[in-house]
Structure formats: structure tokens, C-alpha cells
């Protein structure tokens, strides 16, 4: 249940982000949940492989290279997906990283933990 309401959370960033920001599209809901399901798989498969391998250099950064192995995922994606989710650029590929980061650590602290707390 977590899993789907995270997904549907970053499909409803990505339109977000696609209505502020005009070097980001999404072609539709449906795209942007496909987006969102295979940003979450490379989340899982790619992304520990890449913090593993860029390890020295995070830590050297204080962790700020995370952001750019997020903005290396959100490129993954959006190759995988064509023309339905494009992200014009990696600067935009950051911006998008960061803002997504900040949103869903917003989300999670505001909602998801009071939700568990009731429980």
C-alpha cells in the first residue's frame, strides 16, 4: 500500500513539476505514473549500484552527490520512457531532483508519520 501511494505521489510531482517548470513534460497521467513506476525500479536495481560505486565522492560532497545520482535515475527514466517524459537538459534533471527530494521529505514527515502514529 506505501509503494502504490508512493508512486502515485511521484506521478502527481512530475505533473507538477511539468506545469511549473517548461524544460520538463509529461504527456499525461498515465505517463507519469509509468515514469513514476520505473523511477522506482531503477530506485531499487540502479541507484545502490551507482551510491556504492560514487561512494568517495559523496562523501567527500557531504552527501550532495546524491542529488545527482537521483538527477541520473530521472535521466534513466525518462530514456526509457521516449517522448511521454522528457526532461530537457541534466540541469533540469537536478532541478527536478532536488525538488522531488524536498517534496517527498515534506510528505513524509507531514502526513505519512502522523498516519502511523494513528495506527
Known amino acids: 500500500m ?14 507538477a513539476l511539468a506545469g511549473f517548470f517548461e524544460g ?3 504527456s499525461g497521467f498515465g505517463a507519469a505514473v509509468t515514469a513514476s513506476i520505473i523511477l522506482s525500479l531503477l530506485n531499487v536495481l540502479v541507484r545502490p549500484i551507482l551510491i556504492v560505486l560514487t561512494l ?21 527514466t525518462e ?10 537538459g541534466f540541469g533540469m534533471a537536478i ?10 521529505i515534506i510528505i513524509q514527515k507531514a502526513v505519512m508519520e502522523p498516519w502511523k502514529e494513528r495506527k
Not at 568517495?56 to 534513466?76: K, Q, R, Y
Open 79 to 88: 530514456r526509457i520512457m521516449g517522448s511521454a517524459f522528457e526532461i530537457d
Open 56 to 76: 568517495p565522492i559523496t562523501i567527500l560532497s557531504l552527501g550532495l552527490f546524491l542529488f545527482v545520482i537521483n538527477a541520473i535515475t530521472l535521466v534513466l
Open 2 to 15: 506505501r509503494w502504490i501511494a508512493g508512486i502515485l505521489l511521484n506521478a502527481l510531482l512530475f505533473i
Open 95 to 104: 532541478l527536478a531532483a532536488v525538488i522531488l527530494s524536498v517534496a517527498n
Open 24 to 26: 520538463f513534460h509529461v
